[in-house]
């Protein structure tokens, strides 16, 4: 397994569910980043853990809560999501000190 | 704050050259960077370039960016079916990690 992997890749949920999102990198950064791309919007940055520790909190609700156990995993759990929180969920990662950043394929989430 | 924009679309013959164009504000960029995301998939970094540079080659791929009028272009040669997706520009900027700013993507359509 190379690079950054997400999964599951698509996910469907009513309002009332709780369901998570997983990131994993295979390498060896030490920076993660969670983004939402929606239709016709620039992709915006939510979360960013820098040596496990969220060092960016881009006004995101509450509804949306991130967890980064160690540098290699990151998680986005969601509860009470609203359809307009339907969109592509993209995760990325870096070395803290270096340029360039990596992403996944993203999870298509539905909320109905 | 930060704004980065392109235009929405381009289409061209393949064979030709394509130019995807991007102006960007913040200044005190350091790397700007082109992505390429292909329908249902994550974003492929396509190359980037040192905000003291002028150019950069990489194969059928030419980076121009005017720092004076803060503008960056992609130049595709020889440009193939394969090419066509969304093109998004970014900056950087920001200490202890990297903080990427996008635009909001050019479909760029190939036809044969």
């Known amino acids: 397994e190379t690079g950054v992997t997400q999964t599951p890749r698509h996910l469907v949920m009513g309002m009332t569910n709780k369901k998570s999102l997983k990131c994993e990198q295979h390498l060896g950064h030490n920076a993660m980043y969670w983004y939402k791309q929606s239709a016709k919007k620039p992709l915006e940055l939510m979360f960013v853990y820098s040596l496990e520790e969220r060092v960016e909190n881009n006004s995101v609700p509450s509804r949306f809560s991130p967890e980064c156990p160690n540098s290699s995993h990151l998680f986005l759990h969601l509860h009470t999501l609203q359809p307009e929180d339907s969109a592509l969920y993209l995760c990325a990662s870096s070395q803290v000190t270096a340029d360039t950043q990596y992403f996944g394929p993203g999870t298509r989430l539905t909320v109905l | 704050g930060e704004d980065v924009e392109q235009s929405l679309f381009l289409s061209v013959r393949e064979g030709d050259s394509s130019v995807i164009n991007c102006t960007y504000t913040d200044s005190s960029s350091t790397y700007l960077y082109w992505y390429k995301q292909e329908p249902g998939a994550g974003l492929q970094l396509l190359t980037y370039?040192?905000?003291n540079m002028d150019m950069k080659q990489d194969q059928r791929l030419t980076v121009l960016l005017n720092k004076k009028d803060k503008h960056l272009s992609l130049r595709i040669a020889d440009t193939q079916t394969g090419d066509s997706a969304i093109y998004f520009c970014?900056?950087?900027w920001g200490t202890g990690f990297q903080k990427l700013v996008f635009g909001t993507g050019t479909r760029l359509l190939v036809s044969p």
């Open positions: 970014a900056e950087s």
């Open positions: 370039i040192f905000s």
